[in-house]
């Protein structure tokens, strides 16, 4: 069973910089993708960017690109989030999703971080 957590995130004023890690045990796919997705309160939960397990493709909403990274240790078996030039809309509870094998459909869920972003 595949199982997610997440660190990295807390408070910081815009313009600023985190970097958010989810650590993934019993996650061996080498198919499939994982990802960082984010709900704002009273906001429709937001695709930030995945990257593909094969092929290490990553994709990015458009709100984010030229500021957010993602990328993934595949020895030390954890993801990351690198986000710059940080906005207040960035405010949000991030989380983790990892996907089964074959399928870029999440299934497996972290329980999340908080990224506050003040102005």
């Known amino acids: 069973q595949v199982q997610l957590a997440e660190s990295g995130g807390g408070s910081v004023q815009a313009g600023g910089s985190l970097r958010l890690s989810c650590a993934a045990s019993?996650?061996?796919?080498?198919?499939?993708?994982m990802g960082w997705i984010r709900q704002a309160p009273g906001k429709e939960r937001e695709g930030v960017a995945k990257i593909y397990s094969g092929s290490g493709r990553t994709s990015y909403a458009d709100s984010v690109k030229g500021r957010f990274t993602i990328s993934r240790d595949n020895a030390k078996n954890t993801l990351y989030l690198q986000m710059n030039s940080l906005k207040p809309e960035d405010t949000a509870m991030y989380y983790c999703?990892?996907?089964?094998?074959?399928?870029?459909?999440?299934?497996?869920w972290g329980q999340g971080t908080q990224v506050t972003v003040s102005s």
């Open positions: 019993g996650y061996t796919y080498t198919s499939g993708c």
């Open positions: 999703a990892a996907s089964p094998a074959g399928v870029c459909v999440y299934n497996s």
